[in-house]
Structures are given as structure tokens and as C-alpha cells.
T-cell receptor, first 110, second 116 residues
Framework: GENVEQHPSTLSVQEGDSAVIKCTYS??????FPWYKQELGKGPQLIID?????GEKKDQRIAVTLNKTAKHFSLHITETQPEDSAVYFC?????????FGTGTRLKVLA | DTAVSQTPKYLVTQMGNDKSIKCEQN?????MYWYKQDSKKFLKIMFS???????INETVPNRFSPKSPDKAHLNLHINSLELGDSAVYFC???????????????FGSGTQLSVL
């Protein structure tokens, strides 16, 4: 079946530290893995994505890694800042849709 | 310009009423969606339309009826509202059909529905 597990559900880090959020998917045919950031009162926004033919992708302070064998992918945020505080969602392709993980509430403590 | 806009942003109503939420996208996308986000922040797809044709109906009660007059608009009508319908409803769009390739989703800002 189509399933995406996401951990942890909440994460608190000190400003400047790194944060890592991990997701596991079930469909081995999945080939595209986006990450979305949802700020308070707003809709989710795509922040980074990765295709299955790549093991890692970076964009400034954020990076995503993919392990196809283990069927998991992770979001890494370095040098966290207060504005990184939000809910983060991973997603994986399902049949004509995207299946979202359960979300991680990240708090960056100043 | 807002890419995906939905109205209203807040909707407070009594049980049993009928209400509608409207969504419009100006990105020229072919596919539009309705997602429901509950109080625990879980995002669950409800419907998906591609070029005005329904392609996903995720076992949503038939009190929910989406309508797509053209590919830039996808409205959601809800009959006989129940307490459990309280949630945030997000409209989204993508260029192609989500899940079949590298299709980025663009979300609206959400409609917070409160049923009293």
C-alpha cells in the first residue's frame, strides 16, 4: 500500500544547530520526493525536492538525502534560524496524488 | 499576484448548513486538488481534477461535492455540515497529474472551517 512515515513529530533545536527530519516510504517505484514547509496560517510551500536518480541535493542551508535501498529520505537544515520554525512535511508519489507524511513541528529556540 | 487563491479564509457556520469554498489558480496548471488538514496537521487528499475531469475521490462522504467549471477553478460545496467537518481545507494545483512524475504542488492559503 501507499504509506509515508515521518519522524519526529516535534523537534526543538537551539538557534545555529542542525535539524534532521526523516521519512520512510513503502512504494519502491516512487521516484520523486518533495519537502514542504508550512508556516502558521499559510499553505504548505515546496522548499526542496529530489529525484530517485540522485542521492543528495543541497540548496543553501537545506539538503535532502535519499536512500532508495532503505526507502527513506531525510531533510537536513543547518545553522537553523528562528524563521525556520514551522511544520515540515515530506511527500511521496501515490496513484495520481502525493501522500504526505504526518508532519514535524520544528521549533528553533533563540 | 497570488498563484492559488481560495475564499473565504475563515468560515464559521452551524451544523446542518450548506457552504461553499472557491478556488482559482492563475498558473495555467491542468490539475487541481482539495486537501483536508485536521487539528493534528495531517494532510489528506480529498479530490483531484485534471482538465475538469475527476480523477481522485478519496472515499469522501457524498455531502462533499467538488465542481470544476474550467481548469482554473475548483470549488468545493459541502452539504449538511457536521462537527467533524471542522478543519482547514487547502486547494492546490500542479502542471500535470500528481504522483505520475515530477509535479510540484502549489497550495492556496487555506480555508479554516469551524462547524458549531
Amino acid at each position: 500500500g501507499e504509506n509515508v512515515e515521518q519522524h519526529p513529530s516535534t523537534l526543538s533545536v537551539q538557534e545555529g544547530d542542525s535539524a534532521v527530519i526523516k521519512c520512510t516510504y513503502s512504494d519502491s517505484a516512487s521516484n520523486y520526493f518533495p519537502w514542504y514547509k508550512q508556516e502558521l496560517g499559510k499553505g504548505p510551500q515546496l522548499i526542496i525536492d529530489i529525484r530517485s536518480n540522485v542521492g543528495e541535493k543541497k540548496d543553501q542551508r537545506i539538503a535532502v538525502t535519499l536512500n532508495k535501498t532503505a526507502k527513506h529520505f531525510s531533510l537536513h537544515i543547518t545553522e537553523t534560524q528562528p524563521e525556520d520554525s514551522a511544520v515540515y512535511f515530506c511527500a511521496a508519489p501515490g496513484t495520481y496524488k502525493y501522500i504526505f507524511g504526518t508532519g514535524t513541528r520544528l521549533k528553533v529556540l533563540a | 499576484d497570488t498563484a492559488v487563491s481560495q475564499t473565504p479564509k475563515y468560515l464559521v457556520t452551524q451544523m446542518g448548513n450548506d457552504k461553499s469554498i472557491k478556488c482559482e489558480q492563475n498558473l495555467g496548471h491542468d490539475t487541481m486538488y482539495w486537501y483536508k488538514q485536521d487539528s493534528k496537521k495531517f494532510l489528506k487528499i480529498m479530490f483531484s481534477y485534471n482538465n475538469k475531469e475527476l480523477i481522485i475521490n478519496e472515499t469522501v462522504p457524498n455531502r462533499f461535492s467538488p465542481k470544476s467549471p474550467d481548469k482554473a477553478h475548483l470549488n468545493l460545496h459541502i452539504n449538511s455540515l457536521e462537527l467533524g467537518d471542522s478543519a482547514v481545507y487547502f486547494c492546490a494545483s500542479s502542471q500535470g497529474v500528481g504522483g505520475t512524475g515530477v509535479e510540484k504542488l502549489f497550495f492556496g492559503s487555506g480555508t479554516q472551517l469551524s462547524v458549531l
